[in-house]
């Protein structure tokens, strides 16, 4: 048995009830296969970037896990199926959105997945979280970058 990696994906919902979509998320993690929940941080409301809509609910989870990255991303899917994520455009407002952040030292670079996420950096509503449960993680430089992008803990 391999193991255990430490993961950490990015939760947002602005469909719905958005604060219980994130909520049920972090307690499906939690559930999921050789998996166990280490930590998450606190809910965020931020404004959508590069898409419309109403604002998002936004969290981070830390796991870890005995999945590969791909097996991960699969489970992480299926999850976003299951609170009915439709996909009809780029961007597009979601029930539930799961990224696979980081996922321990990998990088990976596949047509399906790439790791560390390529925007991660860019996005306040990935970093102040983030930040929140593993600021080790986030350098101080790229959360400066992104101050100007409203991010309201909730």
Excluded at 77 to 90: C, K, V
Aim: net charge positive.
């Amino acid at each position: 048995m391999r193991d255990p990696i430490t993961a950490y994906i990015g939760i947002g919902a602005n469909l719905g009830d958005a604060q219980q979509a994130v909520r049920t998320a972090i307690a499906r993690l939690a559930q999921l296969p050789q998996t166990s929940l280490t930590r998450h941080s606190s809910l965020y409301r931020t404004a959508p970037v590069d898409s419309g809509g109403p604002d998002y609910v936004n969290a981070v989870a830390e796991l870890s896990t005995r999945l590969t990255a791909p097996d991960l991303l699969a489970r992480l899917q299926a999850l976003e199926q299951a609170a009915g994520r439709e996909r009809p455009y780029r961007n597009a407002p979601r029930t539930l959105d799961l990224d696979l952040l980081l996922f321990g030292h990998a990088r990976i670079d596949s047509e399906r997945l790439q790791v560390p996420h390529p925007r991660m950096e860019q996005r306040a509503f990935v970093l102040v979280p983030l930040a929140e449960i593993a600021p080790e993680l986030v350098r101080p430089a790229a959360l400066a970058a992104v101050a100007a992008q409203k991010v309201v803990r909730l």
